[in-house]
Every structure is written in structure tokens, then in C-alpha cells.
Nanobody, 124 residues
Framework: QVQLVESGGGLVQAGDSLRLSCAAS????????MGWFRQAPGKEREFVAA????????NYADSMKGRFTISRDNANNLVYLQMDNLRPEDTAVYYC?????????????????WGQGTQVTVSS
């Protein structure tokens, strides 16, 4: 049974940093891209970042470029999202997801497995 478990969320102040982790189990995903999405209250789920299967290509939403960094540890089936210079508008539940293919696309429909999410709250 495939399972994705996010961790590392919390309550921080504007300008602070957080590092989210996602642990995948049930099978290996070395051949799949991995992504992070987020959903704020009353809003649609939106793309945050994605990383190709070999870590060679990274795709970021425009508002996250320069502040967020996605990485992965294929040996341990882990994906990370380093978030720096957080803003109140980054407040959301953050989800990791496994892509159906090796490519880091931003469309949530391309992702087949999802975690339960971790809450990130940024106060001003």
C-alpha cells in the first residue's frame, strides 16, 4: 500500500524558514517526478514545486521562485521542500504527491498519489 506522509509544518513568523519532508512507502518512486502543492482556506489547490525523477529539473510556481527549494533523496524515498522568507500568504496545507511520469509538470491531474498534508501558518 502506497503511503505519503508529510511533516515539518508549523506556526512561524513572516521571514522565517521551514523545511517540509515527505516520506514515501509501499514502493520506490525513483522513476517518478515528485511535487508539492498547497491549499489555502477557500482557495483551489495550487502547484508549488516539482522535481524530475533524477533531480535534474526543478519546476517552481512563480511566487515561490527564489524562496522555496525542492529536493529529493531517492535512496530513502524522501522529498523535501525548503521554504525561506515565508510570507503570510504562504499559509496553507502543503501536500506532497507522486507524478505518474518522470517529468516535473505543474498539473495536479498528472499526480497519482497524495499525502494527507501538513499545515503551515505564517503570522505577520
Amino acid at each position: 500500500q502506497v503511503q505519503l506522509v508529510e511533516s515539518g509544518g508549523g506556526l512561524v513568523q513572516a521571514g522565517d524558514s521551514l523545511r517540509l519532508s515527505c516520506a514515501a512507502s509501499g514502493r520506490t518512486f525513483n522513476g517518478n517526478a515528485m511535487g508539492w502543492f498547497r491549499q489555502a482556506p477557500g482557495k483551489e489547490r495550487e502547484f508549488v514545486a516539482a522535481l524530475a525523477w533524477n533531480g535534474g529539473f526543478k519546476n517552481y510556481a512563480d511566487s515561490m521562485k527564489g524562496r522555496f527549494t525542492i529536493s529529493r533523496d531517492n535512496a530513502n524515498n524522501l522529498v523535501y521542500l525548503q521554504m525561506d522568507n515565508l510570507r503570510p500568504e504562504d499559509t496553507a496545507v502543503y501536500y506532497c504527491a507522486v507524478h505518474r511520469r518522470p517529468w516535473a509538470t505543474p498539473n495536479s491531474a498528472d499526480y497519482s498519489y497524495w499525502g494527507q498534508g501538513t499545515q503551515v501558518t505564517v503570522s505577520s
